[in-house]
Nanobody
């Protein structure tokens, strides 16, 4: 059974940083894309960042470019999202997902349960 478990969400102030983690278990393929999405109530879920597992090539949404960094520890099957200079607009539930990717949510087959990030002003 494939499981993705996110952690690291919380409440922070504007300008502060937060690192999310996602542990992947039960996924036997080596060539896949792992991505972070977020959803704000009343809005569609949007892709934030994605990384190819084999070469660690990363891509970012324009709204987070230069502030967020995705990384992966292949040995631990864990992907991270380092979020700096957070703003209230980053408040959302963040999800990690695994699939062929690289960007549209329909191209991801497995999802975590989500972790809430709240940025207070």
């Amino acid at each position: 059974e494939v499981q993705l478990v996110e952690s690291g969400g919380g409440v922070v102030r504007v300008g502060e940083s937060l690192t999310l983690s996602c542990v992947i278990t039960g996924f036997t393929y080596d060539d896949y894309v792992i991505a972070w999405f977020r959803r704000v109530p009343g809005k569609e879920r949007e892709a934030v960042s994605a990384m190819w597992r084999l070469n660690h090539r990363a891509t970012y949404a324009d709204s987070v470019k230069g502030r967020f960094t995705i990384s992966m520890d292949n040995a631990k099957n864990t992907v991270y999202l380092q979020m700096n200079s957070l703003s209230p607009e980053d408040t959302a539930v963040y999800y990690c997902a695994v699939g062929s990717g690289p960007w549209h949510e329909d191209d991801f087959d497995y999802w975590g349960q989500g972790t809430q990030v709240i940025v207070s002003s």
